[in-house]
């Protein structure tokens, strides 16, 4: 990673947050933004659309670690979050609301740069997976939908799967549109008039 990141750190232990600010400086990062107030919290985020977050708890309660989770939840970011105690239960919740890196009383300089690195990397391979299911999922409902389409076609014009298939092919040739978004019209019209 370069130098050229936007980090956000929040902290409201303002010798806590130095500590990882000259960690991530010394790792070359410039730009480095602390927080140190709880308060609008995603809306400074928002704001400052950082490019990776580090969120510094020192001793959490459970409402504490409950919105830190909820940020991370609705950040679509790597994010490391350091604690200095922690149980069975909020390392679940954490890894459940997408922190890359959760590192138990481990707030050392030298080591802020590898825990940022390590987020980094698995946000990255954590995102192309979301990817990856979002594209299968999508694959399975067009497949889905041009199987009803096919259906339709086979029982309203008494056409064999194949025949109904190059029917959807050539109307989509024909129409300059893709055969899905043509197997989804028809299953659209078919659904209006109650076929």
């Not at 308060?39 to 459970?62: F, K, S, T, Y």
């Not at 105690?85 to 954490?94: L, P, T, V, Y």
């Not at 594209?135 to 009803?148: C, G, I, P, S, V």
């Not at 040739?173 to 659209?188: F, H, P, T």
């Given at each position: 990673?370069?130098?050229?990141?936007?980090?956000l750190?929040?902290?409201?232990?303002?010798?806590?947050?130095?500590?990882?600010?000259?960690?991530?400086?010394?790792?070359?990062?410039?730009?480095?933004?602390?927080?140190?107030?709880?308060?609008?919290?995603?809306?400074?985020?928002?704001?400052?659309?950082?490019?990776?977050?580090?969120?510094?708890?020192?001793?959490?309660?459970?409402?504490?670690?409950?919105?830190?989770?909820?940020?991370?939840?609705?950040?679509?970011?790597?994010?490391?979050?350091?604690?200095?105690?922690?149980?069975?239960?909020?390392?679940?919740?954490a890894?459940?609301?997408?922190?890359?890196?959760?590192?138990?009383?481990?707030?050392?300089?030298?080591?802020?740069?590898?825990?940022?690195?390590?987020?980094?990397?698995?946000?990255?391979?954590?995102?192309?997976l979301?990817?990856?299911?979002?594209?299968?999922?999508?694959?399975?409902?067009?497949?889905?939908?041009?199987?009803?389409?096919?259906?339709?076609?086979?029982?309203?014009?008494?056409?064999?799967?194949?025949?109904?298939?190059?029917?959807?092919?050539?109307?989509a040739?024909?129409?300059?549109?893709?055969?899905?978004?043509?197997?989804?019209?028809?299953?659209?019209?078919?659904?209006?008039?109650?076929?």
């Amino acid at each position: 990673m370069s130098g050229g990141l936007s980090i956000l750190v929040i902290d409201d232990n303002k010798i806590r947050a130095s500590i990882i600010e000259q960690g991530l400086r010394d790792a070359g990062h410039d730009r480095v933004i602390l927080v140190h107030r709880m308060d609008g919290l995603m809306r400074r985020i928002a704001d400052i659309n950082p490019d990776v977050i580090v969120i510094d708890l020192e001793n959490p309660n459970r409402d504490q670690l409950e919105h830190m989770f909820q940020v991370s939840r609705a950040v679509r970011r790597p994010i490391a979050m350091f604690v200095d105690k922690s149980d069975r239960h909020s390392i679940e919740e954490a890894v459940d609301a997408g922190v890359s890196a959760y590192v138990v009383d481990g707030l050392k300089r030298e080591r802020v740069k590898p825990i940022l690195d390590m987020a980094i990397s698995r946000f990255r391979a954590f995102s192309k997976l979301a990817e990856e299911l979002e594209e299968a999922r999508n694959e399975l409902a067009d497949r889905k939908t041009l199987d009803r389409a096919k259906g339709i076609l086979m029982k309203s014009k008494g056409l064999s799967e194949q025949e109904a298939y190059d029917l959807l092919r050539r109307s989509a040739m024909n129409q300059s549109r893709k055969i899905i978004e043509v197997a989804r019209s028809l299953v659209i019209a078919s659904g209006l008039l109650g076929d």
